[in-house]
């Protein structure tokens, strides 16, 4: 099994940057990548930013140019660096690992704000 723990949260003017980090940890040898999902109330959770163990990159169109992915040197963590902050860019981020046969884990989330 694989634990994750996301941080970095918290409440940003519009404009603003937020780093979030998630650390892995357990099984982490059967991470095959890594993605930051973010969620708002009565929505479905969505894709923000994927990125796989050789380092490929996929981003969705809404956060292109403002937001980037990256792993740790240890491949145990990744980051979300956001800039150029939007109100709604507000949601619950989900920090989400798949695994070696078909498995996945999910991040208990952190809660990103950005006020007008």
């Known amino acids: 099994q694989v634990q994750l723990v996301e941080s970095g949260g918290g409440l940003v003017q519009a404009g603003g940057s937020l780093r979030l980090s998630c650390a892995a940890s357990?099984?982490?040898?059967?991470?095959?990548?890594m993605s930051w999902y973010r969620q708002t109330p009565g929505n479905e959770r969505e894709l923000v930013a994927a990125i796989t163990n050789g380092g490929s990159t996929n981003y969705a169109d809404s956060v292109k140019g403002r937001f980037a992915i990256s792993r740790g040197n240890a491949k145990n963590t990744v980051y979300l660096q956001m800039n150029s902050l939007k109100p709604e860019d507000t949601a619950v981020y989900y920090c989400y690992a798949s695994l070696l046969g078909l498995l996945s884990s999910w991040g208990q989330g952190t809660q990103v704000t950005v006020s007008s």
């Open positions: 357990g099984s982490i040898f059967d991470i095959r990548g």
